[in-house]
């Protein structure tokens, strides 16, 4: 059987954020015949509520604990002056589908431009209308991706993406998962540096090889 990398992710995680440009280098160096699949594992329920202070507050210290591990990664804090945070993650996620519903290549795009939304604009990617307004920057069409955001179907695949985590045992975010003839393995995240990712991916390639 063909090798499938899965990457599991939330476009609102943070340490998904931090991982990216690590992510990046390490697709790209990736042996052509491995499969790269992206799975969406849902971070947090929909929410109407504003986040509790206290959760705020472990949140922006965990984007400082980020900035201080990851090199060269930001945030623009004033995120939680500028907007009423919710700890509501899916409708970015679904957000996601509905993109990739207009082409496959809306899904990395879709993602990033949340996260940059998210992260470096101070916006709100938890409200639709902000996810709408992104859709359309990045030039999707916004009658579709609206209509589509809506929908059940878009509802239904989110569903079976985030069960399909699970049954990777995808219990946190980032997070990789080789698949070959001999099962599940999970790939140790480094945040640095994606050789040490890469090699022991390779290692596991030609171990199922003998």
């Known amino acids: 059987m063909k090798a499938i990398l ?39 329920a929909d929410s109407d509520e504003p986040m ?14 980020i900035e201080d591990t990851i ?7 004033d995120f939680w002056e500028k907007t009423t945070p919710r700890r509501s993650t899916y409708p970015a996620c679904r957000a996601v589908i509905a993109a990739r519903m207009q082409g496959e290549k809306y899904d990395v795009l879709m993602t990033n431009a949340i996260q940059r939304a998210y992260y470096l604009e101070a916006r709100n990617p938890s409200n639709n209308t902000t996810l709408i307004e992104i859709a359309n920057e990045i030039g999707l069409s916004g ?19 985030v069960n399909q985590a699970r049954e990777l045992y995808a219990e946190s975010f980032p997070n990789l998962v080789l698949k070959t003839e001999a099962g599940l393995i ?11 990712m890469l090699d022991e991916i390779r290692a596991h390639l030609k171990s199922n090889q003998q």
């Not at 060269?72 to 804090?77: A, E, L």
Request: glycine letters at 4%; hydrophobic letters at 40%; one cysteine or more.
């Open 186 to 196: 999970s790939i140790h995240i480094d945040y640095n540096n994606y050789k040490i």
């Open 143 to 161: 009658f579709d991706f609206e209509k589509n955001l809506m929908s059940e179907e878009t509802d239904k695949i989110f569903k079976l993406e």
């Open 6 to 44: 899965y990457y599991i992710h939330d476009p609102m995680c943070s340490w998904c954020w931090g991982f990216t440009w690590t992510l990046n280098k390490l697709l790209h160096a990736l042996p052509k015949d491995i499969e790269i699949r992206r799975l969406l594992g849902g971070l947090a």
């Open 52 to 65: 509790p202070e206290l959760m705020r507050q472990q949140i922006k210290s965990n984007w400082l604990r």
């Open 71 to 77: 090199s060269g990664v930001k945030f623009n804090f």
